[in-house]
C-alpha cells in the first residue's frame, strides 16, 4: 500500500518547528537559527559524496515519491487573499519536486505547471479529499507530506499520516509553533521505530502501530 | 562556583516529563510505558560492571552532590495536607541521597532525619531562599535538583538551574505535563552543550549561556 510520509521535519529540543513571525526574509521565523544546520551539513556530505546519517535520511526521504502535499505556509511567506499570482514558491523555476504539488489554502487559484514535472495545485478540499487526490496523481507511489508544522500536525492528528521522520536541533526556542501537540489521542496510534543521533541532530521515526 | 544541577530527567518524545493521573501505583502516571526503560537498562548495566552511555551519565549525575532540592511530587503520592507524618517518601528507610533533602511543599513539617544521612526538610519557601539554604548545607558542593517538571521547569523558569542533564525517551504520550514549557525567555539562557544517543534514549545537557 502507498504511503504517506513526511521527512526531515525539524524541531527544537523544546519541540518548536518554527519560531516566532515567520515572513520572507525568515520563513522558519525567530529564535531558530541553527534549526538546520544537520541539513545543511548534510547536503554538503551529498554533494561532496560522504556518508552520512543526515544525508541518508535526505536520500530515504526521496525515494519513491509520486506526488506531494504542503501547506500555504511552506508554499509562500503570503498571507489571506493572493495579491496576484506572480508567487510560484521559494524555489525558482525549476521546483525539486517533479511531481503534483497539493497547497493547502483557504484561497485556490488556478494550477501552476513548472519546469521539471512540479505542478501546483491549490485546493480548500479536506485532508481526506487531498490525500485521495493526491494518492491517484502519484500512480503507486508514495505521497510526501511537506511542512509546515500545522500541516503535518492535521494530518497526524487525523491519523492518516504513515510515517514521520523527525530530526532534533539541539537548539532551545521557548517560543514558535509545536510540532507534536494538541494530538492528545491520535499518539497512542504511533510509536518510535528509530532514533539515532549524528554529531549534529538526532534523527526520529515515527510510524503507525 | 557550586552549581545547581538536575540529572536523568527523562520525557517522552512529544515532551512529556509525567502522564497523567500521577498516584501511588503509578508515580508518573498513565500514558508514558517505557519512560525510563533507558534507566533500568542503565542500572543493570552498572550492577553488573558494564560500560554504557546511560550508565555514565547516571554515575556523573551522583558526583560531588552536597544537598537535594525536591517537589512534594517527587517526595510522594500525597497531596494536600499531610494526614500524618507516615510518609517518608519512595525509598525505605535508607534514602539514595545521604545528603540534606529540601523538599518544596505548602505545608511544612518537622524535618525527618533517615538512616545513611539523608534529612528530608519540608519549605515553602521562595526557591532563591531554598537554593540559598541547600548550598549552604552542601558545603561547597553542587545541590542536585530532583523533579518532578513542575520543580524543574520553576528553577528554570527563574534562570536558577546551571545544568540540566535531560533523556529523551523513544514513546509519544499525547498529554500530561511538559517540562520545557512556559519558559519562553528564560530559554534564551539556555544551550545544548551535548546530544548523544544510546540504542535505548537520546541524552542531552542543557548549559547555563
Known amino acids: 500500500m502507498p504511503k504517506l510520509r513526511a521527512h526531515n521535519i ?16 525568515a520563513p ?6 541553527g534549526l538546520h544546520d544537520w ?10 559524496g560522504r556518508a552520512g546519517v543526515g544525508a541518508d535520511y535526505i536520500e530515504r526521504g ?22 496576484d499570482e506572480s508567487w510560484t514558491g521559494w524555489w525558482g ?7 503534483d504539488v497539493f497547497v493547502h489554502t483557504h484561497y485556490p487559484r488556478p494550477s501552476v505547471p513548472m519546469k521539471g514535472g512540479t505542478t501546483f495545485h491549490f485546493t480548500d478540499e479536506p485532508v ?19 511542512g509546515g508544522p500545522s500541516t503535518v500536525q492535521t494530518y497526524l492528528r487525523a491519523g492518516l499520516l504513515d510515517e514521520l521522520h523527525l530530526v532534533i536541533a539541539p537548539i532551545v526556542a ?6 507534536l501537540d494538541n494530538w492528545q489521542d491520535a499518539a497512542d496510534g504511533y510509536r ?12 526520529v521515526r515515527l510510524v503507525r502501530r
Open 10 to 25: 525539524t524541531i527544537t529540543l523544546d519541540g518548536y518547528a518554527t519560531g516566532t513571525d515567520q515572513r520572507l526574509e
Open 28 to 33: 522558519f521565523g525567530d529564535g531558530v537559527d
Open 174 to 179: 521557548g517560543r514558535g509553533v509545536r510540532l
Open 62 to 83: 526521496d525515494e519513491n515519491v509520486g506526488a506531494t502535499i504542503m501547506g500555504r505556509n511552506m508554499f509562500g511567506p503570503v498571507r489571506g487573499p493572493w495579491q
Open 192 to 203: 518510535v521505530a528509530e532514533q539515532i543521533s549524528s554529531g549534529t541532530a538526532t534523527h
Open 93 to 99: 523555476e525549476n521546483p525539486p519536486y517533479h511531481t
Open 39 to 48: 541539513m545543511n551539513a548534510a547536503m554538503r556530505d551529498l554533494d561532496e
Open 128 to 146: 481526506e479529499t487531498v490525500l485521495r487526490r493526491a494518492f491517484e496523481a502519484a500512480g503507486g507511489k508514495d505521497v510526501r507530506l511537506g
